[in-house]
């Protein structure tokens, strides 16, 4: 009898030592079925108080989850791939991470950020490529907009999203092509009315206001993610505090005579010694963008994502997790950032070395961080104002989208001092 119950003692002992106790979210490029998804998943597990890790390098930067049937079931609705491992598949995992031949890091994910868009009323997720990306990976957001952030409620958010807006007051220099379409004429009285609404004579001045309290956000500790037009006119704005840049059918005066030379590039995050385009019509603001300098056919149009070490670089190595390095180019109104216009201390995550451009950049601003993405929409080209929208079913593996949720993920992760 005593040789029986030592027989199924020992049994119980096996069986609890193999028993699965961890999911794994694999990101590499054959196995993970849903790559935008997983992120969801990730951000749902951190809300329900579930530990999670990020393994850098690791299977495409794959996710490490506490084994639970809630998870389990709310992967299988979503579809994303999972792995079930046991408590020494996952030792042994963490014990291939941490050898030092290894470019590999484990993140701890402490919670999950509250996030805000700033995106004007009525727009579609469509609209902006990260509203669209978080509202299909199920991560849920605020919108938010000049009022919320002039009284203060950017204090409610961990992390920002500027959509494809204009800082500068120049109605996105959609002047030249659009000046008489009735959108432009109604979205310039909508912004002129709340301008004025908020006590400002002008447009431009609301919208500077807006940009510093931007800036002071991530100065005290803020993430700040733009892509498009609203990084280099962000950038732009606050270095012309001061100075009148608008021409006068955007403001109803003129603006300074010699206006370049008041710009103070110390204000700006990432951008320095550019040129501000004054001509009207011209759908630029600066030379900051690389759209119109470029020569690349669409088939050719690629960037590279630099690679950094996971142990000691683990910002950067964080925001480039993906299962390819090689990541299709896309265009927008600000497409991509000359790199000789970008400053020493900003750190280019992604580039096409041929045409000389930065498309994926990040920095640090007081205690916060900003990271600034170029184009408009990573699955559409050559996105056109009234084009339809993007159907993210149709790329749930996007290496371009996952650039962005890096970025929403990247708040979550328990802070290590970086190295460089």
């Not at 994910?109 to 997720?125: N, R, S, W």
């Not at 993610?225 to 955007?250: K, Q, R, W």
């Not at 090689?326 to 096409?352: C, H, P, R, W, Y």
Request: aromatic content about 12%; charged content about 25%.
């Amino acid at each position: 009898m005593a040789f029986r119950k030592l027989i199924l003692f020992c049994f119980v002992l096996v069986v609890t030592s193999v028993r699965a106790s961890f999911i794994l979210l694999p990101m590499d490029e054959t196995t993970q079925a849903n790559h935008l998804k997983a992120y969801g998943i990730t951000y749902w597990a951190l809300e329900k108080q579930y530990k999670a890790s990020w393994l850098l390098n690791y299977r495409g930067g794959a996710f490490l989850l506490p084994d639970a049937p809630e998870i389990r079931k709310e992967c299988q609705i979503r579809g994303v791939s999972f792995e079930v491992i046991s408590d020494a598949e996952q030792q042994q995992i963490l014990d291939e991470i941490s050898s030092p031949s290894q470019n590999m890091e484990a993140v701890v994910l402490e919670k999950a950020p509250k996030i805000a868009v700033y995106t004007p009323a009525g727009k579609q997720p469509w609209d902006d490529a990260v509203t669209l990306v978080l509202t299909y990976a199920e991560i849920p957001f605020t919108a938010i907009y000049d009022k919320e952030v002039l009284s203060d409620q950017l204090l409610l958010y961990d992390w920002l999203h500027l959509h494809h807006e204009d800082f500068t007051g120049q109605y996105g220099k959609f002047f030249g092509a659009y000046r008489n379409a009735p959108w432009y004429i109604q979205q310039k009285r909508e912004s002129e009315a709340l301008a004025a609404e908020l006590g400002y004579a002008k447009v431009s001045q609301e919208k500077l206001a807006v940009a510093k309290k931007i800036r002071d956000f991530v100065i005290g500790g803020g993430f700040m993610f733009a892509m498009c037009s609203a990084t280099d006119s962000f950038d732009i704005a606050l270095a012309a505090e001061g100075v009148d840049i608008c021409e006068p059918m955007f403001d109803g005066d003129g603006s300074d005579a010699n206006y370049q030379s008041k710009i103070d590039y110390a204000q700006s995050f990432a951008f320095k010694n550019y040129t501000l385009e004054r001509r009207p019509e011209r759908y630029e603001f600066s030379d900051i963008d690389m759209t119109e300098k470029r020569q690349l056919p669409m088939e050719k149009d690629y960037f590279t994502l630099m690679e950094f070490s996971a142990k000691w670089d683990v910002i950067p190595s964080m925001l480039c997790q993906n299962h390819t390095q090689l990541v299709k180019g896309f265009m927008g109104q600000t497409t991509a950032f000359d790199g000789e216009l970008i400053k020493s201390n900003v750190l280019i995550l992604g580039e096409n070395q041929i045409n000389g451009e930065a498309r994926y950049i990040h920095g640090q601003k007081g205690k916060g961080f900003f990271t600034f993405y170029g184009g408009h929409d990573p699955e559409d080209y050559q996105h056109r104002v009234g084009d339809q929208p993007t159907v993210l079913d149709l790329h749930p593996t996007s290496p371009g989208y996952r650039l962005i949720l890096n970025n929403v993920l990247f708040p979550a992760a328990r802070k290590k001092k970086q190295k460089t």
